[in-house]
């Protein structure tokens, strides 16, 4: 699905590159993959905005279900068409899409150039990833001041391109909201997003 969004492709680029460095306490983060990786879930398309790259450490006491073993899907980055893992940031995200919702915990935030963006979950490679389905969400601003996310769950995938993005003053906690686009398994729904750093 996202392979197909420039916008995505190039947030991907950015975060694969290793260019995004420490935000909302994170570290930076060495390159973990580029070019068109996006799909999750056995192939079948998927999300990652600006998330980017990773590896994975014991849980930082999330709650049950949010550890990095749920994070992870109990993978560790290695496999075959995985491009990140991250699940031992310190971001927590809230994701409402309809009527289903998930928090997720570990994410990473980064806070470089005016390029903000949190990604917590497994970013695959669309047609080389072969596992089960995977979870992920990954937020970005854009330049024009709206929002991009990108949903990967319970092996469906959800897009929404010009949300209303909002950022705290201190860039550690952001609100954005907005339809999905054709793309997405579920076009036209509403997806919202909350993240603490």
């Known amino acids: 699905m996202v392979g197909k969004i420039s916008a995505v492709r190039g947030a991907l680029l ?3 590159a290793g260019l995004l460095a420490a935000g909302c306490g994170g570290a930076a983060q060495p390159s973990a993959g580029t070019g068109g990786a996006s799909g999750t879930g056995g192939g079948t398309g998927g999300t990652a905005a600006a998330s980017p790259a990773g590896g ?3 849980s930082t006491g999330a709650a049950p ?3 990095t073993a749920s994070c992870s899907g109990g993978l560790d980055g290695t496999e075959p068409g995985v491009v990140l893992v991250s699940c031992d940031g310190t971001a927590r995200v809230h994701v409402q899409i309809g009527p289903v919702s998930k928090d997720f915990a570990g994410g990473t935030c980064y806070d470089v150039g005016g390029r903000w963006s949190v990604t917590d ?3 695959t490679e669309k047609g080389t990833y072969q596992g089960p389905p995977v979870d992920v969400v990954s937020v970005n601003n854009q330049a024009s001041g709206r929002g991009t996310i ?3 769950l319970g092996g469906k995938s959800y897009f929404v391109d010009n949300a209303s993005f909002d950022l ?3 860039k550690k906690s952001a609100h954005l909201r907005g339809k999905t686009t054709p793309e ?3 076009p036209g729904t509403t997806v919202t997003v909350d993240v603490a750093c």
């Open 14 to 16: 950015v975060v694969g």
């Open 65 to 67: 279900g949010t550890g």
């Open 168 to 170: 705290s003053n201190d």
């Open 121 to 123: 979950g497994v970013v």
């Open 56 to 58: 994975t450490t014991a």
């Open 184 to 186: 997405s398994d579920a």
């Open 150 to 152: 990108q949903v990967a």
